[in-house]
């Protein structure tokens, strides 16, 4: 397991998480993501969570940061990838009806 944790684009409107996502890296992350989710020009922000290694709740506050500022920014935000270990931690928390995921 790596210790860099990071998020960064892919390509305009694509974010990607990568690494670890927990109490440590998750202040970081929130406003790495938060920048360049309003630079985005694209009326889309898709976060990209498949290289995600490990993640506590903190990867789901992630998401619903991200979510808020998208929103505060006028655009949509869809995740795609999310990991089994992110997906259960929704599903007993009641997000995975909020969270956009992509099919």
Not at 44 to 64: F, N, P, R, Y
Not at 67 to 88: D, N, Y
Request: hydrophobic share 45%; glycine share 8%; net charge negative.
């Amino acid at each position: 397991m790596t210790t860099d944790s990071v998020v960064h684009q892919q390509a305009d409107g694509v974010l990607q998480l990568a690494g670890v996502l927990d109490f440590r890296t998750g202040a970081q992350l929130r406003a790495e993501g938060e920048k360049l989710i309003r630079a985005s020009s694209a009326a889309t922000v898709v976060v990209d969570c498949t290289a995600v290694e490990h993640s506590s709740s903190v990867g789901l506050s992630l998401l619903l940061a991200y979510m808020r500022v998208a929103q505060s920014a006028g655009k949509t935000l869809s995740v795609r990838g999310l990991p089994v270990e992110m997906r259960q931690i929704a599903e007993v928390s009641g997000l995975l009806d909020i969270l956009p995921l992509q099919a």
